[in-house]
């Protein structure tokens, strides 16, 4: 579990976001990447909710210089498989159901599994995890609620995420237990489908810019 941790770490200490993406076009996967990298975000999050997220991933994977590719909303072991066989090299689930968790022990891959109370996350740290998602963030309690959690459950790191953006993502970011936020506003839907990539490298310059 430890180089699993540390390779997740790497990965989410790259940048202070990471995208989460709802793809509908394969096709736009590349250009959104590169996009997204030239802003500063190397790790992207790829959502399965879309019949074209598997071959989005793998183009990702495969063209994109300096990305790396993640699976978001993977639920079950078989998904889990399909999005490591498409590439990627992180994955990112809402929860923490039995059948990921199983997926995820038998797997060279890191999981940011998803935890939304103290239980979930005693839960989950009992089978080995101290770096997890805290989703949905805004709608469980916010950044309020997270720092809540900070003192007792201290050795966890989060990654929140649900309800973030430019405007609250400080107050998570300055917070001892937390490693960085994901958000989708970096890739809006009307901007992806427009294919207005230099729009996104600002937005993603903007997110890198929360650190600074
Ligand atoms: O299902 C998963 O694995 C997810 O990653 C869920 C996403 O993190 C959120 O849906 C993003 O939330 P927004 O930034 O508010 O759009």
Same mark, same amino acid.
């Given at each position: 579990m430890t180089s699993k941790t540390d390779n997740l770490l790497a990965t989410l200490k790259l940048? $202070?976001?990471?995208p989460v993406i709802i793809i509908d076009d394969a096709k736009s996967a590349v250009p959104l990447a590169r996009a997204l990298v030239a802003g500063g975000l190397k790790a992207i999050e790829i959502t399965l909710r879309? $019949?074209?997220? &598997?071959?989005a991933i793998k183009a990702v994977a495969? +063209?994109? +210089? %300096?990305?790396?590719? %993640?699976?978001?909303?993977v639920l079950d072991g078989r998904q889990?498989?399909?999005a490591v066989k498409a590439g990627s090299r992180?994955?990112?689930? $809402?929860?923490?159901?039995t059948s990921v968790l199983d997926a995820a022990d038998q797997s060279d891959v890191p999981l940011l599994p998803g935890t939304a109370t103290a239980t979930e996350v005693m839960t989950v740290r009992d089978r080995? /995890?101290?770096v997890m998602k805290f989703f949905p963030a805004e709608q469980a309690g916010g950044a309020p609620y997270l720092s809540a959690l900070s003192s007792p459950l201290s050795g966890i790191q989060f990654c929140p995420t649900g309800g973030i953006s &430019?405007?609250?993502?400080?107050? /998570? &970011?300055s917070l001892p237990n937390v490693i960085c936020v994901g958000g989708s506003w970096v890739a809006p839907k009307a901007m992806v489908t427009e294919g207005n990539w230099d729009g996104i490298t600002k937005l993603a310059r903007e997110a890198c810019e929360l650190l600074g």
């Open positions: 940048q $202070p976001v990471v879309t $019949p074209a997220a &598997l071959d495969d +063209e994109v +210089e %300096g990305a790396v590719a %993640g699976a978001g909303t889990w498989d399909l992180f994955i990112v689930s $809402p929860g923490a159901g080995g /995890y101290s &430019l405007k609250n993502a400080k107050d /998570y &970011l």
